[in-house]
Nanobody
Framework: QVLLVESGGGSAQTGGSLRLSCAAS????????MAWFRQAQGKEREGVAV???????NYADSVKGRFTISRDNVKRTLYLEMNSLKLEDTAMYYC??????????????????WGPGTQVTVSA
């Protein structure tokens, strides 16, 4: 069982930066696949970035080169560094944990634990 709580959301201007954090409690964090998802108003949820237990990561094309996902297994915290923010990055951002790595991460497959979300708003 993993409990996730996001923080670090807020407002930023286009071209700016924000850093999201996701604190995990419970057992087994270091062995979990972790990911960030987002959902903009009126749109479907989408996978933003994923990081496996070995540190390997993958990104949605829309954020490649701008966002960086990382994890600190000692602090039991997941991060998302967001740079060069665009208006279309505005969304509720969620972190999620999966006990097993399966195909289709961007569609949320395998992720059984979710945080309540943190809002990111980018303005011109």
């Amino acid at each position: 069982q993993v409990l996730l709580v996001e923080s670090g959301g807020g407002s930023a201007q286009t071209g700016g930066s924000l850093r999201l954090s996701c604190a995990a409690s419970g057992s087994g964090y270091s062995g979990y696949r972790m990911a960030w998802f987002r959902q903009a108003q009126g749109k479907e949820r989408e996978g933003v970035a994923v990081i496996d237990r070995d540190g390997s990561s993958n990104y949605a094309d829309s954020v490649k080169g701008r966002f960086t996902i990382s994890r600190d297994n000692v602090k039991r915290t997941l991060y998302l560094e967001m740079n060069s923010l665009k208006l279309e990055d505005t969304a509720m951002y969620y972190c999620a944990a999966a006990a097993w790595a399966v195909d289709g991460w961007a569609r949320g497959r395998g992720f059984g634990y979710w945080g309540p979300g943190t809002q990111v708003t980018v303005s011109a």
